[in-house]
Structures are given as structure tokens and as C-alpha cells.
């Protein structure tokens, strides 16, 4: 199993800033993935961080408006671009390994608003 | 884009009953898998059940599969309110890579 620790939890945040959140695995990992989960929503996949390269994005998800940084196997950044209050969601970070079960584990979430 | 539907979007049950809930998805799968999230809380893996399986069970939980019909139920026995939460099915593909349904909401009433 893996822990993940997402920070911040939450903020309130003005429109046009821009907030990276970070996310810490308390072991290694082969994949790593942000979610977006808008509110009364289920989860969209925004990207696969990939360790030392460029992340992978899902359709809809642009690079310039997510940033995403993975600089070892533990440890992952996710910036939320020029927000909008349309950014408005929870943030989720994910974790499995690859080959293994399948199964991810997920930090708690960092919640925006977006005023 | 979501994988899966899930049906009902709610349930609201008493303590004691069954809660059963069901997922449908599109695409050809090398697994599924089950979540919870608590209000305001990150996601839990409850069970995962593979492509070549047909019923899994865990504790209160039972899963079934149905390639054919590229359906998946679950069903939780004797709930207890702490079961109120989000149920979220996930369907897996290459590179660990989940796709989410809907969710169901279930409630449990003490």
C-alpha cells in the first residue's frame, strides 16, 4: 500500500492566480495521476505524470493550463493555470504500480474555489 | 470521458438491508475495480475483480462481473450506516490508468 499526502487541502483562490499543489507517496511508484473531480461529479483523469518527462494528458487538458512536474518516483506537482471560477473542484493525486494489482491509492484531495 | 454508468445515482437504505448497485461500461477491460469516498475525502479501494472472474466477495461485499453484458454489480450486505458514502466503479486498462463511472450515493439510515 501507499500513503499520499496532498497539500494544500484546500484554498480559496482569485481569479487569473494560478496554485500548484504537491503530492508526496510515502514510498515508490511507478505511476502517478491527477484527477479532477468537479463538485456532485465522479473523477475525469487530467494526466499521467511520467518521472523526469513530460506528463501524459487526456483530451480536453492542455499543458499550459496543467502543469505537471515529476522530478523522482515519490513526489508530484499539479498547477492549476490562470483559474477561472470554472476550476472550481477537488484535485485528486493517485498512485499504483505498474504491473501490479491495478489497484491506485489516492491522497485526500486539495479542494479550490475559485473566486 | 467516463467508462462507466452507474445506477441508481442514490440509494437511501435502512441500517441492516442490503445496498446493491450496479456499473456498465463500454470497452474492453483487464479489470474492475470498486471505490468509496467519504464526504470530503480522497477514495478507497474496496475490491478489484479481473476480466477472466465472474463474483469476488470481501467481507460485506460481493462483486459480480458480466463481460458479455460489460456490466458489474455491487452489493454490500447488512449496511451499516458507516457504509454511507460515494460508490465510484473503475474500469482498468493498460498503464494502471482507471476510468470512473458516475457513482452511486448511498445512505444509510440508523
Known amino acids: 500500500s501507499a500513503v499520499i499526502s496532498q497539500k494544500p487541502s484546500r484554498d480559496i483562490c482569485q481569479r487569473g492566480t494560478s496554485l500548484t499543489i504537491q503530492c508526496q507517496v510515502d514510498?515508490?511508484?511507478?505511476?502517478m495521476f491527477w484527477y479532477r473531480q468537479q463538485p456532485g461529479q465522479s473523477l475525469t483523469l487530467i494526466a499521467t505524470?511520467?518521472?523526469?518527462?513530460?506528463?501524459?494528458?487526456e483530451s480536453g487538458f492542455v499543458i499550459d493550463k496543467f502543469p505537471i512536474s515529476r522530478p523522482n518516483l515519490t513526489f508530484s506537482t499539479l498547477t492549476v493555470s490562470n483559474m477561472s471560477p470554472e476550476d472550481s473542484s477537488i484535485y485528486l493525486c493517485s498512485a499504483g504500480d505498474r504491473g501490479n494489482t491495478g489497484e491506485l491509492f489516492f491522497g485526500e484531495g486539495s479542494r479550490l474555489t475559485v473566486l | 470521458s467516463q467508462q462507466g454508468e452507474e445506477d441508481p445515482q442514490a440509494l437511501s437504505i435502512q441500517e441492516g438491508e442490503n445496498a446493491t448497485m450496479n456499473c456498465s461500461y463500454k470497452t474492453s477491460i483487464n479489470n474492475l475495480q470498486w471505490y468509496r469516498q467519504n464526504s470530503g475525502r480522497g477514495l478507497v479501494h474496496l475490491i478489484l475483480i479481473r476480466s477472466n472472474e465472474r463474483e469476488k466477495h470481501s467481507g460485506r461485499l460481493r462483486v459480480t462481473l458480466d463481460t458479455s453484458k460489460k456490466s458489474s454489480s455491487l452489493l454490500i450486505t447488512a449496511s451499516r450506516a458507516a457504509d454511507t458514502a460515494s460508490y465510484f466503479c473503475a474500469t482498468g486498462a493498460a498503464g494502471n490508468k482507471l476510468t470512473f463511472g458516475g457513482g452511486t450515493r448511498v445512505l444509510v439510515k440508523p
Open positions: 505524470a511520467n518521472q523526469g518527462s513530460e506528463a501524459t494528458y
Open positions: 514510498s515508490q511508484v511507478t505511476m
